[in-house]
């Protein structure tokens, strides 16, 4: 399966989960063990992956994102401040 670049990155969301997760205060290592206990199955490293935008999101890691950092998927997404 091909993964397609946009604009150079592997998904548009990464900076806005950084800023997110940052605002919350949470470790990268943090913000993994709360996506686990929502079933997403992923590491700290992935996290680090998603935020510099070397690694894809799928839409339930979008859905889990948003309900643990407290954001739309609009936020995530750039459509909205």
Do not use: H, W
């Not at 339930?60 to 948003?66: D, G, M, Q, R, V």
């Amino acid at each position: 399966m091909k993964i397609y670049d946009y604009n150079g990155k592997k998904n548009i969301c990464g900076e806005r989960v950084l800023l997110a997760r940052k605002r919350l205060k949470l470790s990268q290592q943090e913000l993994a063990a709360k996506l686990q206990v929502e079933g997403v199955i992923i590491e700290r490293d992935s996290v680090s992956r998603i935020e510099l935008g070397t690694r894809f999101v799928a839409d339930y890691e979008i859905s889990a994102l948003c309900k643990i950092l407290g954001v739309t998927p609009n936020y995530l997404l750039g459509l909205e401040d």
